[in-house]
């Protein structure tokens, strides 16, 4: 855990800044075992070994670490910890110039990220953290207003369908940048509960420039053969993708976004076109 870094950092540099003398000694590799000392990485020895001793702090077979004091090491850091084995970590560490350099850098940047929050570095935790929790809100908010139907979509096409029980269903299509899918199915479940009867089709840009069509139909629809799925493949067959989902909401890819506005606009026929081949099955 990041405690149980800090815990490591704290000792191994207590021991460096306590100036210990280090001792070597040679002796045969079975009595070293005996006495204590790790023999670290898997390294293969000979019968004689070279021993490494810190009074009180460390025994060890000879790693390639050669002072006379552990102050001249200087400074230790830990630049990254991963697990090499069940119950096994491997920890690398920079020290002396290096380990300076390292927090120097870390520095700069803390300072760097406290000017764009307009902070300093003593409150930037404070600040990000009272970021996050409007981060946190504000996403809350969005996603009400999308569940409202109100997340900042741009109606593109809206039509009254012939088709339904009263032949009122409504079709709409919009445009909306999302976070992610979740994001247009809470817009989506926003529709379906809003509207008596209806067909809603979204086309939303999503991070990294990538482009989905999605499909919502109200369960009176379902009933008179216009399923969701059904509506988001034809759709999507104009715009170079494929789709497929379940009869209330389905999802498509978008491979010609240039064709999306044709694609929403020939929506309501697509609709009708499905409920006539349902009626005549």
Same mark, same amino acid.
């Given at each position: ?83 090499? /084995? ?81 032949? /009122? ?93 044709? /694609? ?18």
């Amino acid at each position: 855990t990041p405690g149980e870094l800090q815990e490591v950092v704290d000792r191994v540099n207590g021991a460096i800044w306590a100036d210990l003398p280090v001792q070597w000694e040679r002796m045969r590799y079975d009595r070293a075992i005996e006495e204590g000392a790790m023999a670290l990485f898997g390294e293969k020895y000979g019968d004689q070994v070279r021993v490494v001793r810190v009074p009180g702090i460390s025994l060890e077979l000879c790693g390639g670490t050669h002072v006379r004091h552990t102050g001249e090491i200087g400074l230790f850091r830990i630049e990254r910890e991963s697990g090499i /084995a069940a119950g096994v970590r491997r920890v690398e560490a920079v020290t002396g110039p290096t380990a300076y350099r390292r927090f120097a850098e870390q520095e700069r940047r803390l300072e760097t990220v406290a000017a764009r929050l307009k902070s300093d570095p003593e409150n930037a935790e404070r600040k990000v953290e009272q970021l996050l929790a409007e981060k946190e809100e504000l996403e809350g908010l969005l996603d009400e207003l999308r569940r409202e139907g109100g997340g900042g979509e741009t109606v593109v096409a809206e039509a009254e369908l012939g088709v339904g029980q009263d032949g /009122a269903a409504v079709y709409r299509a919009v445009r909306m940048r999302a976070r992610d899918a979740d994001d247009v199915r809470s817009w989506g479940d926003g529709f379906l509960q809003s509207v008596e009867s209806g067909v809603a089709v979204v086309a939303a840009e999503l991070p990294e420039g990538k482009r989905a069509l999605f499909s919502f139909v109200t369960d009176d629809l379902i009933h008179g053969g216009i399923r969701a799925d059904e509506v988001v493949r034809k759709l999507a067959a104009r715009v170079g993708g494929r789709g497929g989902g379940r009869a209330h909401m389905a999802q498509a890819g978008v491979e010609e976004p240039e064709k999306l506005d044709e /694609a929403l606009a020939a929506g309501p026929g697509i609709v009708e076109e499905l409920a006539r081949v349902g009626q005549s099955g």
